[in-house]
Structure formats: C-alpha cells, structure tokens
C-alpha cells in the first residue's frame, strides 16, 4: 500500500516563504508524476506544479517565477519551494504522485497573512 505524507505547512507573512515536502511510502518500483495541487475554501482544487521522471516541469501561471519544484527518486519525494507568497496562495496543498495510479497525500494548510 501507497503512502503519502506532506509537511511544512503553517502561517506566514506576505513575501514569504515555505517549503513543503511529501514523501511516498510503501511497495514503489517507480514515480512517474509528482505534483502539487491546492485547494482555496469555496474553489476547486487545482494545479501547481507537476515534475516528471525526465524532468519535465509545469508550473500554474500564477505561481511561476515563485515557486520551484524539485524532486529526490531515491527518497521518493517531491518538494515545492515557494517565495514571495501572496495572500491569494492561501489553501491547502496536497501532494499527488502518479504510481500504479494517482495517489494523494492527506493536505496541508498554508496561510498568508499579516
């Protein structure tokens, strides 16, 4: 069975920073897709970022120039690096990773506020 668990969450001021991780647990052979994908109270969930197994990146216009995926095959794990949050990045995140199937981590909240 796949696991996902994401930290680094929590409160931080406008211009700020976070890194969250997420790392995959369990019987993998391979990660082909790993991504991050938030979701605003009254919004659908939506695309962040997504890091292929070559490489291959994707970043939601709005957060390009701010945000940097990265990932670690070894430690099966995905982090998103993000700078100069605005208040509108508020949501929680998830973290979703393409193995057998499409597996999601259980979230993590990230506040931007003053």
Same mark, same amino acid.
């Given at each position: 069975?796949?696991?996902?668990?994401?930290?680094?969450?929590?409160?931080?001021?406008?211009?700020?920073?976070?890194?969250?991780?997420?790392?995959?647990?369990?019987?993998?052979?391979?990660?082909?897709?790993?991504?991050? *994908?938030? &979701?605003?109270?009254?919004?659908?969930? %939506?695309?962040? +970022?997504?890091?292929?197994? =070559?490489?291959? @990146?994707?970043?939601?216009?709005?957060?390009?120039?701010?945000?940097?995926?990265?990932?670690?095959?070894?430690?099966?794990?995905? *982090?998103? &690096?993000?700078?100069?949050?605005?208040? %509108?990045?508020? +949501?929680?995140?998830?973290? =979703?990773?393409? @193995?057998?199937?499409?597996?999601?981590?259980?979230?993590?909240?990230?506040?931007?506020?003053?």
């Amino acid at each position: 069975q796949v696991q996902l668990v994401e930290s680094g969450g929590g409160l931080v001021q406008p211009g700020g920073s976070l890194t969250l991780s997420c790392a995959a647990s369990g019987s993998i052979l391979r990660v082909y897709v790993m991504g991050w *994908y938030r &979701q605003a109270p009254g919004k659908q969930r %939506e695309l962040v +970022a997504t890091i292929g197994d =070559g490489g291959s @990146i994707n970043y939601a216009d709005s957060v390009k120039g701010r945000f940097t995926i990265s990932r670690d095959n070894a430690r099966n794990t995905v *982090y998103l &690096q993000m700078n100069s949050l605005k208040p %509108e990045d508020t +949501a929680v995140y998830y973290c =979703g990773m393409t @193995i057998y199937r499409h597996y999601w981590g259980q979230g993590t909240q990230v506040t931007v506020s003053s």
